[in-house]
């Protein structure tokens, strides 16, 4: 199993990131995906998830309104679309296939002015 993120960056309060998960060694397609985010000192924390269709999703009332979680099964791919994006997003963001725990190795995501 290997899950690869990217997309993070240095971006202004206001402004917006797509991250990006690519999953393989494992059919993608079977299992629910998602994306967690941790800042030095604290334990991971619950950003968004969803089912393995992409039919039910869930996320965490911090990023309501703002992130939207989805996945494309052709590209065994999950996206995490962040907007209007605060400070305190700021946060390495990892992708994790939700059976067996597996996780991939962060990408930064850094708001700033």
């Known amino acids: 199993v290997q899950l690869a993120e990217s997309g993070g960056g240095l971006v202004q309060p206001g402004g917006s990131l797509r991250l990006s998960c690519a999953a393989s060694?494992?059919?993608?397609?079977?299992?629910?995906m998602s994306w967690y985010r941790q800042v030095p000192g604290k334990g991971r924390e619950f950003v968004a998830s969803i089912t393995w269709s992409g039919d039910a999703v869930d996320y965490a009332d911090s990023v309501k309104g703002r992130f939207t979680i989805s996945r494309d099964n052709a590209k065994n791919t999950v996206y995490l679309q962040m907007n209007s994006l605060k400070p305190e997003d700021t946060a390495v963001y990892y992708c994790k296939r939700n059976a067996g725990s597996y996780w991939g190795q962060g990408t930064q995501v850094t708001v700033s002015s």
């Open positions: 060694g494992f059919t993608f397609e079977d299992y629910k």
